[in-house]
């Protein structure tokens, strides 16, 4: 994928795009460059508005370090669609469950009306949310199935982890000890997901040192790291 040259670069992260809205003002502005895709204002904000929803928090809420981290979070997607861009929807049916447990959060969701209400007060639409809800399901699948078949979990470690860990704690809470054989496979289950997130995170962070990622804050063409 073809690079911008660093001085154009450097400018054009500095300045909104000239792209007036009715008014006169300017509508957006790019916000990172990854190896040569575009991230602009308003796909930042909607970012934002989405997991501020989908964690039923007021929009005004978020930390400048919050902030940085969702703009973050949105790099590593696009990383991460370069290498496993998906070629078709996530199920339907998926989408709809996701949707039903977000709108559980919202009481007056139990009408059409309050649910539309309660996505207008985040600047949403339902189809902005399934889209990304789509989005982020299919892209979840597909690092999955990239990583998860070098997870292996052996018996050594599910027993290490009921003795060193499970046992102490359900001491600690005051509660009688299980059966290994009991919880056997959710210890299994819990190991593998953490080993997948360990897997993603090293993944990223390659993916992140053999990028060129540009923000206004690094146009002197130091990398995001």
């Given amino acids: 994928m073809a690079f911008w040259k660093h001085s154009v670069l450097a400018v054009a992260l500095a300045v ?3 792209a007036p809205c ?8 790019i916000v990172a460059n990854v190896n040569g895709h575009v991230l602009l204002q308003s796909d930042w904000e909607e970012e934002l508005a989405l997991e501020a929803f989908l964690n039923a928090r007021p929009l005004d809420s978020f930390t400048a370090a919050e902030r940085k981290a969702a703009l973050d979070h949105l790099i590593d ?4 669609r370069e290498q496993v861009r998906p070629s078709e929807d996530a199920p339907a049916e998926q989408v709809a469950a996701r949707v039903a447990e977000v709108r559980r959060l919202y009481p007056e969701a139990a ?8 996505l207008r007060r985040y600047g949403l ?4 949310l399934e889209r990304h809800l789509g989005e982020q399901i299919q892209l979840m699948r597909l690092v999955e199935a990239h990583l998860r078949p070098s997870i292996q979990i052996d018996q050594l470690a599910v027993e290490s982890y009921y003795h060193d860990q499970l046992l ?3 001491k600690r ?8 054989a009991e919880v056997f496979g959710r210890i299994r289950d819990l190991l593998a997901e953490q080993k997948l997130n360990q897997l993603l995170s090293n993944w990223l962070a390659s993916l992140r040192s053999t ?3 540009l923000t206004p804050e690094s146009s002197t063409g130091d990398q995001i790291r």
């Fill in 16 to 18: 909104a795009l000239a």
């Fill in 22 to 29: 009715r008014g006169g003002q300017i509508v957006d502005r």
């Fill in 77 to 80: 997607q696009e990383l991460l």
């Fill in 111 to 118: 009408s059409e009306e309050g649910w539309r209400a309660a």
């Fill in 125 to 128: 639409t339902q189809s902005t």
């Fill in 168 to 170: 102490p704690e359900l």
């Fill in 173 to 180: 809470e005051g509660n009688a000890d299980v059966p290994l």
């Fill in 211 to 213: 990028s060129r990622i």
